[in-house]
């Protein structure tokens, strides 16, 4: 009985996971054939419609475009949303995966999992918090198993900044230097 539960939790899994490949799919390609279709068909085949230099009309366009900082603010607001979905999604599959097992062995490993997803979040939380408490604007770490990738805004980092930023990493979380990833946000 324990063995057709697991079964049909394992096949349940599998076909949310087939699901979701399949729609990202989907979404994608509807998207490239909207991209295709509203492409002037002309212009497609016209060779000087590549103008690097821009023309009054897109010089206008950038002008009304919102500032630079809303659209900063747009990237670390969509990173920590992506971030907390992905979590939310593995969460919720070992909250089921414990709920379904039937031996103390398959609870204490679920159990030990989502110790690991709540202490990663909390250390993300410290490391961008000391981050933002330095003075920069905003900051979003991401961490895996591989690394940790911290995504500041800020351009043009000096070596001391860097330093700065390596030494609150490195303090807050287990990782070596070497998995350090910083990408400056503009």
Known sequence: ???????ALVAAILVLVCGGIWWNWRYETDKAADLV???????LRDDAALVLAPTEGAREAAAQEPAEADDAE??????????????DSAVRLL????????????VSAGTLQMDAIVKTALAEASVESLVISKG??????????????LAVAAEG????????????????????LNQLRIIEVP
Request: glycine share 2%; proline share 1%.
């Open 1 to 7: 009985m324990k063995s057709w539960k697991r079964n």
């Open 37 to 43: 279709s509203t492409l002037d068909e002309n212009k």
């Open 74 to 87: 747009q990237v670390f607001a969509k990173m920590r949303l992506s971030r907390q979905q992905s979590r």
């Open 95 to 106: 909250q089921e995966t414990v709920s379904y097992a039937g031996e103390d062995e398959d």
């Open 136 to 149: 920069y604007a905003d900051c979003v770490a991401y961490m895996t198993e591989d690394g940790i990738d």
């Open 157 to 176: 980092l000096s070596p001391a900044e860097v330093a700065l930023l390596s030494d609150i990493v490195l303090s807050q979380t287990d990782y070596e």
